[in-house]
């Protein structure tokens, strides 16, 4: 989280009208570049799991390749988006294969959240009411919030989500260290054979904010360096979620819950950090559905014109979208890692190893090359590891 504040303090300018256009073209509009930025908190808020360590090895091999090919891609005179890159690609059925994963992986982006807040709640009342009806009740609150269109708005309670992810992974740190140095280490196991096909759609879940490369790329004050920040920046991101999942897992053993939070000892200051928690996430909910719910509005509905009901036809949508979210979460709710898993490998992974791979092998690899045979190798590796990813984490969904 510091590493990307200091990113966006140093390396990006504030978006002016064309960097708006370029956002704009694949349902990313009207944001600012911290607001951009902060779309990638997301792994940092769950600081640990069973599987956190695997994961974020898979990560540091696989974060560079992407961005690199997407933006070797871009025409030197114009700026492209995700979804035109594909579309100039394999024609319109791949910008629609990219708005399809966007929208699927930014609501179950939102699910997560409405899950994991569901899980605080129902640990701190009564356990004799349902997690759905939680899951319900945040939908509803929530709600209003998503009929907000201009962002700007939405920016003091991004700020403060901002900070209180920092207060909140500095003083889980703590809390975890003293847990270890007073409980001391628990027994663990280097890897769990039979949970590493689930890590893997863990893993790739961790891709959402791949679609914002190009856009971020854009408010660059020094382009040049970008790749070189962000392999930085989120190598800085990948040790601090290796560094507290290992601290989860040694202070919990085979116990540590997937939001390792629950297993805090109960005291004032774990309390404070599941408000601070379960705030981030409802503050963030609106700002990550907001390109799900854009991109669907342009396949139903007509741009909004004045002196109608139109705003009042969209805002309806949007309250079914949400609703929609809510029932999505219930079904979730059962099984988190699997849900999160299967997510990852059918949407995050499509968009962080084929989708590039596809637009550089058709648009800018030399036929019968090396970097033409390397992005067919990632389409391959990636097709490969989506069905089987996707198919055992459905076929062993609610199993431990």
């Known amino acids: 989280c510091l590493a990307k504040a200091i990113l966006a303090g140093l390396y990006l300018t504030a978006p002016n009208a064309h960097h708006e256009a370029a956002l704009g073209t694949s349902g990313w509009r009207s944001r600012s570049s911290r607001a951009i930025l902060a779309r990638t908190s997301y792994t940092c808020r769950v600081p640990s799991n069973k599987a956190g360590l695997l994961s974020q090895g898979f990560l540091s091999c696989s974060l560079p390749l992407s961005p690199a090919r997407l933006l070797r891609c871009r025409a030197s005179d114009r700026s492209e988006s995700y979804g035109d890159l594909m579309e100039r690609a394999i024609g319109r059925s791949g910008r629609s294969l990219v708005n399809t994963c966007v929208v699927l992986l930014q609501v179950g982006t939102c699910c997560s959240y409405l899950i994991n807040v569901a899980n605080i709640l129902h640990m701190h009342t009564s356990r004799a009411i349902p997690r759905h009806v939680f899951i319900l009740l945040e939908a509803l609150c929530i709600a209003p919030f998503v009929l907000i269109r201009n962002v700007v708005k939405l920016s003091p309670v991004n700020a403060i989500g901002g900070i209180l992810t920092v207060l909140g992974v500095l003083t889980t740190f703590a809390l975890l260290v003293n847990q270890l140095t007073t409980e001391g280490m628990k027994e663990v196991h280097a890897v769990h054979p039979d949970g590493i096909v689930v890590t893997l759609g863990i893993a790739c879940f961790a891709f959402e904010g791949i679609g914002l490369v190009i856009p971020i790329y854009d408010t660059c004050r020094y382009q040049p360096r970008f790749l070189l920040v962000y392999s930085l920046t989120l190598g800085f991101i990948l040790l601090l979620i290796l560094f507290m999942s290992s601290l989860g897992y040694l ?150």
Do not use: Y
């Open 251 to 400: 202070s919990f053993g085979e116990h540590v819950g997937t939001l390792v939070l629950l297993n805090l000892p109960a005291t004032i200051f774990t309390d404070l950090v599941q408000l601070a928690f379960s705030v981030v996430m409802m503050s963030s909910f609106p700002l990550q559905l907001l390109p799900a719910v854009r991109i669907v509005e342009s396949l139903f509905l007509n741009p909004s014109r004045p002196h109608t009901w139109d705003k009042h036809v969209k805002s309806a949508f949007r309250l079914t979208f949400v609703a929609f979210v809510a029932g999505i979460s219930i079904l979730g709710a059962t099984s988190l890692d699997h849900f999160v898993s299967v997510v990852g490998a059918l949407c995050g992974l499509p968009l962080a190893f084929i989708f590039p791979a596809v637009c550089h092998m058709q648009l800018t690899a030399p036929p019968r090359s090396c970097s033409a045979a390397i992005d067919l190798a990632l389409v391959l590796f990636g097709t490969l590891i989506t069905v089987v990813v996707g198919t055992m984490s459905l076929a062993t969904w609610g199993k431990t």
